[in-house]
């Protein structure tokens, strides 16, 4: 569908998501390739820390896949 394996919606963290932030859920997406969707947040409250938290949660699908 998306022609790769592992596909993430990346939102914003706050409060009401009722889960910490990281990867907050996962889905495969039927059709062709079977591809993973991860559902995921992180905090944007040091904007210096986002490129680092985006690395890890890419790392941590990657490990998962």
């Known amino acids: 569908v998306y022609g790769c394996r592992n596909v993430m919606l990346l939102y914003p963290h706050h409060n009401d998501i ?7 859920g996962g889905h495969t997406i039927t059709g062709g390739d079977e591809a993973r969707l991860s559902v995921a947040s992180i905090s944007l409250f040091d904007l210096a820390s986002v490129p680092d938290q985006a690395r890890n949660l890419v790392a941590r699908t990657v490990r998962a896949a």
Request: charge should be negative.
């Open 18 to 24: 009722g889960a910490s932030e990281g990867i907050i």
